[in-house]
């Protein structure tokens, strides 16, 4: 398989960092290895942050963070406007934005040229999932769509099983599992 | 039985202190160490261990406290960083001259000033010569295995000596990785069951520990230090044979990779070993002889048998992630180039300082000094010492 090296941009108290991690111990469900490491620094609420996966069939011998990503994920959407977040993205990366918008605005807007550019409106779906706008999980349902490194339904299990053992109550366990299946379906390519 | 898991490098130290349940742990919360005593605490106060968790108001106490309850007899951990350490270090040559074998976990970082709370290895080399055993760790899976076998080096008879299990703060510590661990019981059957050889609690044999020494009686005493630590060469091979055996993964003083014909060579520790492996993979796949050699023991340091497998390199460059300020260069640089000096061959060793309060250190960093070493083979010109990824 291709190694996927993955940038996330989210910020502080979003649970990007958390979804990255959440990815990575998806892993051990497969013979995969995967490392998940955020940007370390001091940890501020709404500054903009960065997390890092790799996945990947061989053992990871690097310890350093993700210049050429494959994947880059935006969990908010003013971030799409403010960050740089194609910085260093090879040039058949997969893109995906929370955003109301479709792909094709959005390239238009911006001005990409190349890329494959994916939109979910992470943040809809988590008010309306979960109550708040907590756009970590939903975004993870459109990244397994979009890589295909899981099957839906074992991903599904993983969180689940991962939430019950954190004590999340029975109702936001649903609410992140519908999110993230939410996700899954409604993300749209170009 | 093992099993995979997520771990970050914390977590895996944590779990291997539970795993071993030791008698005492006294500490002091500094970064990024804390959440290791955090993550232990949480395993005392669910039962899960019998520890003694003392927590103390500094670090020079949380080791006294280690002290105190190693010589009365306890099989005592802890951890720390940065200043912590350097809060320690009072305390450091006190442990090793009274021969207490307490395994602490030392998550690297930088120094003050200026202030940074990231990753280098100012806070480890600081303490080199304190007469602690010291062991590094590229990841998160030898960072569990090196805390389960550094147990039964230290408390080895011959040996006698505290250790100072070393692991990257921030790269390693904070990162989640896949991870190998094995059952509670195997562990425990590893490192087996702790007997002091004196013990302050003894009241059948009342000994004095701790007493003033004075010039005629202290060199021997720091003569036995340097004998428990020549001796530990020895047992630090045995205790990774018997793991190797027992548990799969192997361990040596020091990891030779690709290193058999290699022209270059780079001598480098704990993580940023596994990005040079990666671009040194990459140069053999090209078919350049280009090797790592990383040591995993810093003290006692395997000198001899790493100048026996560097004798027929071209070019080394040792990759140096701590500064000594006013010497030829950095503190593993000085071991490589004094090592050398026991064999015959004279290969060409440079010194390149990297990673310094955890500045980024990447593969085309690595590629950029390898073109260097490349175009000293044919023009015979480099420059021995200069840092990596820093502004003029």
């Known amino acids: 398989m291709k190694t996927l090296e993955i940038r996330w941009h989210g910020r502080g108290g979003q649970g990007t960092v958390t979804a990255a991690k959440t990815l990575g111990e998806s892993m051990i469900e497969t013979p995969l290895y995967f490392q998940a490491f955020p940007e370390y620094g001091p940890e501020r609420m709404g500054a903009p942050v960065k997390a890092y996966n790799i996945i990947s069939d061989e ?15 935006v ?42 550019i994916y939109t979910v409106d992470a943040n809809k779906i988590s008010l309306e999932c979960l109550g708040r706008v907590i756009p970590n999980t939903p975004m993870l349902g459109a990244l397994l769509r979009v890589t295909q490194i899981l099957p839906l339904e074992t991903f599904l299990n993983h969180v689940k099983h991962t939430f019950a053992h954190k004590k999340f109550s029975e109702k936001i366990i649903i609410g992140n599992l519908e999110a993230i299946k939410r996700a899954y379906e409604e993300v749209k390519g170009e | 039985m093992q099993k995979f898991d997520a771990f970050t490098g914390n977590l895996a130290v944590a779990t291997a202190m539970k795993q071993i349940n030791p008698d005492v742990c006294a500490a002091y919360p500094i970064t990024p160490s804390t959440e ?3 993550i232990f605490a949480d395993f005392v106060s669910n039962g899960e261990v019998n520890t003694e968790l003392v927590t103390v108001e500094s670090e020079h106490s949380a080791m006294s406290a280690c002290i105190g309850a190693s010589l009365a007899g306890g099989r005592v951990m802890t951890a720390t960083s940065s200043a912590g350490l350097a809060y320690m270090w009072e305390l450091l040559s006190v442990a090793s001259g009274l021969r207490c074998p307490i395994v602490m976990t030392c998550v690297n970082r ?45 408390e080895h008879k011959d040996v006698k000596l505290p250790v100072m299990v070393c692991v990257d703060g921030f790269i390693i510590s904070h990162s989640y990785e896949k991870m190998q661990y094995m059952e509670d019981k195997e562990v425990r059957d590893f490192v087996g069951e702790f007997k002091p050889y004196k013990s302050l609690l003894n009241v059948e044999k009342p000994e004095t520990f701790g007493a003033m020494v004075l010039p005629n009686y ?5 003569r036995q230090v340097r004998e428990g630590m020549e001796r530990a060469r020895q047992v630090i ?7 190797s055996q027992r548990f799969g993964r192997y361990y040596s003083n020091f990891e030779n990779y690709m290193l058999d014909d290699a022209d270059f060579v780079f001598v480098v520790m704990n993580s940023a070993a596994g990005t040079v492996k990666h671009v040194v993979k990459n140069l053999r796949e090209k078919g350049i002889k280009a090797g790592v050699l990383k040591p995993r023991v810093f003290r006692p340091f395997p000198f001899k048998e790493i100048a026996d497998t560097l004798k027929n390199s071209k070019i080394i460059c ?20 004094s090592a050398l000096q026991t064999i015959e061959s004279n290969p060409t060793v440079i010194n390149r300082i990297f990673g310094l309060g955890q500045r980024d250190f990447l593969p085309y960093h690595v590629e950029n000094v390898f073109k260097e070493m490349r175009n000293y083979l044919d023009s015979g010109n480099i420059k021995m010492f200069d840092y990596v990824n820093l502004r003029d």
């Not at chain 1, 053992?59 to 994920?73: A, E, G, S, Y």
């Not at chain 2, 992630?321 to 180039?337: D, Q, V």
Request: glycine residues 6%; hydrophobic residues 40%.
């Open chain 2, 110 to 154: 930088a120094l003050s000033a200026p202030l940074n709370i990231h990753c280098d290895h100012s806070d480890a080399m600081g303490a080199r010569d304190t007469g602690w055993i010291q062991i590094f760790s590229e990841n998160a899976q030898e960072a569990y295995d090196n805390v389960i076998q550094a147990i039964r080096i230290a």
């Open chain 1, 75 to 116: 969990v908010d959407p003013s971030l799409i406007y403010s960050e740089n977040f194609l910085e260093g993205a090879t040039e058949d990366a997969d893109v995906i934005l929370n955003t109301g918008k479709n792909p094709s605005a959005i390239r238009k807007e911006l001005n990409i040229s190349g890329k494959k």
């Open chain 2, 36 to 38: 290791i005593m955090m």
């Open chain 2, 218 to 222: 202290y060199m021997e005493f720091k």
């Open chain 1, 59 to 73: 053992k990871i011998l690097t310890h350093c963070p993700v210049i050429n990503p494959n994947v880059v994920i």
């Open chain 2, 318 to 337: 040792v990759l140096d992630r701590a500064e000594t300020f006013g010497a030829e260069g950095g503190p593993l640089y000085l071991e490589i180039k």
């Open chain 2, 237 to 243: 091979l045995e205790v990774g044979e018997e793991f």
